[in-house]
């Protein structure tokens, strides 16, 4: 059990509570530049989680069994979406101006011969809340990432359908496509992957971030497909990704103005995987076509026969 803070003291940190939040606030609001540019309703919730995260200390102090405070009151008072505007460097500030204004009023607050033991305490649970802290925002990038390929595996659906609504405009604006020209990628995926192929795409898009470009990526069957956005050159495109692909030939659809025609590259892309009679190949050199930028394109590093 934690040493016990005087019960003085937990009466008189109790009578503070409001005087605490509202120098709590005061402090964010001179110390802290990205506060003062939130919007009023995210300084709103801030000022809630200021609030909480005193009541939560005093709560915790009352109850000395406890051995860690219940922290996900004090982050659970706002709502998910200001993960998104509060960074978790912002938020771990944030604790430290809270604590240091009740650490201001150590001496005032604790009861005689009880500075000591009132200071240790807000040490101890300063470490904890920025723990928490940790906690609640690796949760929300998991829900997150979890949002995200729910949303990429819709788009990619919807360019393999032949879609080109408004809507899919606003689908990649959430997953911060801003890339063009467009071209699509597609192959076959690498066996044992179909049902489990998450950690491969993810593996895609970092090659993807590395070169510059944006990418949505689905597997639909035994279908891996690319959407890349960024590239002028679609052969380089498929040929940079081609080792990502199962065995067979890497096609490359037509190079598209956006994301709203490329469904125009998918079923490009698509029509040129599609088994054709024996005997029949696409022109010009072996293993790319050069007919016409509107036709689809072969990669040369095919990994397998044509």
Excluded: K
């Excluded at 019960?7 to 503070?16: H, L, N, Q, S």
């Excluded at 994301?259 to 995987?273: D, F, H």
Aim: hydrophobic residues 45%.
């Amino acid at each position: 059990m934690r040493p016990r803070v005087h019960a003085e003291t937990v009466r008189r940190m109790e009578r503070a509570t409001g005087a605490l939040g509202t120098a709590a606030i005061t402090a964010m609001d001179e110390r802290l530049p990205w506060f003062r540019d939130l919007s009023a309703e995210n300084r709103s919730w801030l000022g809630l989680v200021a609030q909480a995260g005193i009541a939560a200390f005093i709560d915790w102090i009352r109850h000395p069994e406890r051995n860690r405070p219940a922290l996900t009151e004090v982050f659970g008072t706002a709502p998910r979406e200001l993960a998104r505007a509060v960074s978790l460097q912002h938020a771990v500030e944030m604790v430290r101006v809270i604590i240091d204004a009740v650490e201001a009023r150590v001496d005032e607050l604790a009861a005689p011969g009880g500075e000591a033991e009132l200071r240790e305490a807000v040490l101890t649970y300063a470490r904890e809340i920025a723990f928490s802290a940790a906690q609640v925002y690796a949760r929300t990038a998991e829900a997150r990432g979890a949002w995200d390929a729910r949303l990429e595996a819709l788009v990619v659906d919807s360019l393999v359908r032949g879609e080109s609504e408004d809507s899919l405009h606003s689908w990649a604006s959430a997953l911060n496509w801003s890339s063009s020209p467009v071209v699509v990628v597609v192959g076959m995926v690498e066996d044992g992957l179909s049902d489990g192929a998450e950690p491969h795409i993810e593996e895609i898009r970092a090659q993807a971030r590395r070169a510059r470009l944006d990418l949505l990526a689905g597997v639909q069957g035994n279908r891996l497909i690319l959407v890349l956005g960024g590239t002028d050159d679609p052969i380089a495109a498929a040929e940079r990704f081609a080792g990502q692909f199962g065995p067979g030939p890497v096609i490359a659809g037509p190079l598209v103005r956006d994301l709203r025609a490329a469904s125009v590259s998918a079923r490009a892309a698509l029509a040129a995987r599609a088994p054709r009679p024996p005997g029949r190949r696409h022109p010009g050199r072996p293993g790319r076509t050069t007919c016409s930028r509107s036709a689809p394109w072969t990669a040369t590093r095919m990994r397998g026969p044509c």
